[in-house]
């Protein structure tokens, strides 16, 4: 079945340094792939997607790039901010079926 | 516009008694899907509704667990009676189709 394999954390780092959270799926089709935020007392939120190979989604200077080849979606900004301190979730959904499947979460801590 | 809510945010129960999580989707919004996730692990799909049918419910763990929605609108998640493994974080999403899941910011439950 379905699965996406995520770097564990927690992940601590300071301000406006870079941020990669690595991810990786098993999928028998061709999924769509997504990244998924969980600020602090809220609910979880897209981050962003991609829907195809070599595809790259971008949300709030996030990237991730869909590669085929390596079957992987890793998530990377350059210069984070104490504001994406979050748990940070990989997720994919076969085309046409929008049951996700998600990776165990990567809890990011900015410090000042 | 309202989020999806949900009701309670945090409940604690003993094991063996029986709880009931609330989710009220974005007004509008057909498709209906409860999740959970389990000590920090994956989270992992239970089940979808479309208006008031259940079009997939093949992640309920067992037949403790209990999801209705009525008329379509909102739905209820009933464990009974909970066990230990039961804890956890049910999050609750809808979407107006298939497509972009809004969350809600989960019910936590703890069976002591």
Not at chain 2, 6 to 21: A, C, D, M, N, R
Not at chain 2, 51 to 72: C, H, I, V, W, Y
Request: charged share 20%.
């Amino acid at each position: 079945g379905d699965s996406v394999t995520q770097m564990e954390g927690p992940v601590t780092l300071s301000e406006e340094a870079f941020l990669t959270i690595n991810c990786t799926y098993t999928a028998t089709g061709y999924p769509s792939l997504f990244w998924y935020v969980q600020y602090p007392g809220e609910g979880l939120q897209l981050l962003l997607k991609a829907t195809k190979a070599d595809d790259k989604g971008s949300n709030k200077g996030f990237e991730a790039t869909y590669r085929k080849e390596t079957t992987s979606f890793h998530l990377e900004k350059g210069s984070v901010q104490v504001s994406d301190s979050a748990v940070y979730f990989c997720a994919l959904s076969d085309q046409g079926d929008y049951k996700l499947s998600f990776g165990a979460g990567t809890t990011v801590t900015v410090r000042a | 516009e309202a989020g999806v809510t949900q009701f309670p945010s945090h409940s604690v129960i003993e094991k063996g008694q029986t709880v009931t999580l609330r989710c009220d989707p974005i007004s509008g919004h057909d498709n209906l899907y409860w999740y959970r996730r389990v000590m920090g692990k994956e989270i992992k799909f239970l089940l979808h509704f479309v208006k008031e049918s259940k079009q997939d419910e093949s992640g309920m763990p067992n037949n403790r667990f209990l999801a209705e929605r009525t008329g379509g609108t909102y739905s209820t998640l009933k464990v009974q009676p909970a066990e230990l493994e039961d804890s956890g974080v049910y999050f609750c999403a809808s979407s107006p189709f298939p497509g972009e899941l809004f969350f809600g910011e989960g019910s936590r439950l703890t069976v002591l």
